[in-house]
């Protein structure tokens, strides 16, 4: 099976942004109607799962431009802005012209050096590029980035927008669905779509309809791989689980720990501390943390 399609947060991902949920888009596409003199963007929001990184493809995507993707919290160090982001910029556009884009994914896990040399490339090779930064938490963000930015902040997106693009999903995979069970998970997931598009695959997996009864959060989908590690010590499920279901490895950590706590469990408190220290420093991997946790528990 494609990777890509198995996990539908990727396979349903807009491409094109009048495909998107938000009130952002008017702003961008006029943006995009004189690309080579747009500036450069940071776009953020406190809360994951809006669209921002879905959003800086769909503009790579609709501008069609050279493009250089980071993700910021794995590529954070100096030596990733000095030798790739330097060597990418320097170079002329291979596309009818429009500046070359560079797309730093979750900018605000850069270093303060790296942020003080990205600076510096964003304002030598303006001209020739064009930077988009994501964040969570724009206070992380050095001001001299800031000021060369413009800043987009993704608000929560309307509940029947994320409505209609949930029914979407659902028809375009023959799953049985009411409204009242879609308006349910998108209450209980609100704001972030991508937690809500996660429920629906959960649900999907387990063979049950999206409707009032089956509505749930992402949590419970971590409760779940609680359940089968600690308490029901099923190996096997979790592997199926875990390639059956797309979970966002950080907030897996969080549930963990908070749980941990909850439990006065101190080996898992210990796992779950190492693997923060870890996911900052940029060593993000599912697998590990699901093996060091069945390990943990044997």
Known sequence: MDPINSMWTEKYRPSKIDDMV???????????QEPNKMQHLLLHSVTPGTGKTTLAKAIINELGADSLVLNSSNDRKIETVREKVN?????????????????????????KAAQDALRNLMETYASNAIFILTCNYVSKISDAIQSRCTKIEFTKPKREDILEYLKYVCDNEGMEYTDKGLTKIININYPSIRNCVQVLQALYTEGKPAIDDNAKSSEDIYQKLWDMIIIDKNWKGVKDYVFSNVINIRELNKFFWFKAVEKSHIKI??????????????????????????????
């Open 269 to 298: 408190i210990q796992v779950t501390a190492s693997n923060e220290d870890k996911f900052v420093r940029g060593g993000e991997d599912i697998i590990i943390f699901i093996t060091s946790l069945i390990d943990m528990a044997r």
């Open 22 to 32: 938000g009130d952002f888009k008017s702003k961008i596409k006029k943006y995009l």
């Open 87 to 111: 060597a990418f910029v320097k170079t002329k556009s291979s596309k009818n012209g429009i500046r070359r884009i560079v797309f730093m994914d979750e900018a605000d896990g850069l270093t």
